[in-house]
Each structure stands twice: as C-alpha cells, then as structure tokens.
T-cell receptor, first 114, second 114 residues
C-alpha cells in the first residue's frame, strides 16, 4: 500500500518569493508521482508528474519538482510566486504496475501575501 | 475538446434519500475513476472502471454506495439512504486506458446531506 504525507497544511509566502511545498511518500512498490493543483472553485489540474528518467520534473506555470528516491520525497518548488498561484496543492502517488487508483496527500494551501 | 463533465454541480438532499451523480468522461477514455473529497482532505479513491466493468471497488465505504457504467462511457454513482457523513465533493476522473497514468478530473459534484 502507498501513502503520501504533506508536511504543511498551509504555507504563506510573499509575492515574488520562492516556495517549496514538501511531500514524502511510502510505498513497497515502484511508483509514479504527481502534483495536482486545485484553484478556488475549480477542479483538480495536473501540475506535473514523474514517471521515469530525470529526477527533476518541470511542470506548468513555472513549477518543478525533484524526485529523491533515497529520501522518498517529491518536493514542489517555484522560484518566484505570483498571486495567481493561490491554490491547494496535492501530492499524489500511484502504483507503477497497476492502472488503478491515485493516493493523494491531504493538500497544502498556498497563501500568497502581497 | 470537452473535458470530464459531472452533473449536477451541486446536490442538496435530506438524510435517508437516494441520490445519483453522473460523470461523462473524455470521449474515448476507457478508464473511469470516482473519488470523494471531504472538507480539508485530499481526494479518496472509491471505484475504478475499465470499460464496463468495475476493476477495483475497494474504496466504496459500504454497501449504500454503488456505481455503474453500462456502456463503457457515462458512469453513475448511486448512494442509498444518504447520511450526513456522505456530504463531500464527489470527483470523477478518466484516462485513455491501461498503462495511461494521467487521470483527468472533472469539476466535481458537491453533495450536501441535511
């Protein structure tokens, strides 16, 4: 079974400052890793995903994440945030050898301060 | 192209009533998933269809919950004898098929049981 831990439920950041949203996972099998974003009153949107290959993954809106197998982490980063990045961010994992469910973390709410 | 659509967007019902929630996946997607997102939580897996059959229903919380996908496209999630604890946002997602790891989410149905 897999599980995902997002260590911060809320992260306040000043506009144009860098941000890191932390994610750790546990799994006994090989996994795919995802970050989804949920803007206010909108559905979940895929931000980026790690399937294989380079451990640094670039996504939409200037976000990137780094897969660290030894630390079982997949932290999300952005060098300079904008007010439009205000949203809930979900880290997620799925079993690489199955086609079924995605396991989500509880989410991190990103607050951008003016 | 149209994304995943869900109807209704909001549903208010009374405790003990029966409700149906509908999901229209992206055209051609053979895999369909239902998740439930309670307030302040990440989405939790309910059931996964590959074509017309339920490949994994291990996330359904009890036998009051049932889902169908009779023609391999539209799916309906059915909840009998609703309880206040069923109040949540019900999310539907689809993917092109086996070994397609990315799931595309609909906007959700917000269910409120009074």
């Amino acid at each position: 079974a897999q599980s995902v831990t997002q260590l911060d439920s809320q992260v306040p950041v000043f506009e144009e400052a860098p941000v890191e949203l932390r994610c750790n996972y546990s799994s006994s099998v090989s996994v795919y890793l995802f970050w989804y974003v949920q803007y206010p009153n909108q559905g979940l949107q895929l931000l980026l995903k790690y399937l294989s290959g380079s451990t640094l993954v670039k996504g939409i809106n200037g976000f990137e994440a780094e897969f660290n197998k030894s630390q079982t982490s997949f932290h999300l980063r952005k060098p300079s945030v904008h007010i439009s990045d205000t949203a809930e961010y979900f880290c997620a994992v799925s079993d690489r050898n199955r086609d079924d469910k995605i396991i989500f973390g509880k989410g991190t709410r990103l607050h951008i301060l003016p | 192209g149209a994304g995943v659509s869900q109807t209704p967007s909001n549903k208010v019902t009374e405790k003990g009533k029966y409700v149906e929630l509908r999901c229209d996946p992206i055209s051609g997607h053979t895999a369909l998933y239902w998740y439930r997102q309670s307030l302040g939580q990440g989405p939790e897996f309910l059931i996964y269809f590959q074509g017309t059959g339920a490949a994994d229903d291990s996330g359904l919380p009890n036998d009051r919950f049932f889902a169908v996908r009779p023609e391999g496209s539209v799916s309906t999630l059915k909840i009998q004898r609703t309880e206040r604890g069923d109040s949540a946002v019900y999310l539907c997602a689809s993917s092109p098929g086996p070994e397609q790891e990315t799931q595309y989410f609909g906007p959700g149905t917000r269910l409120l049981v009074l």
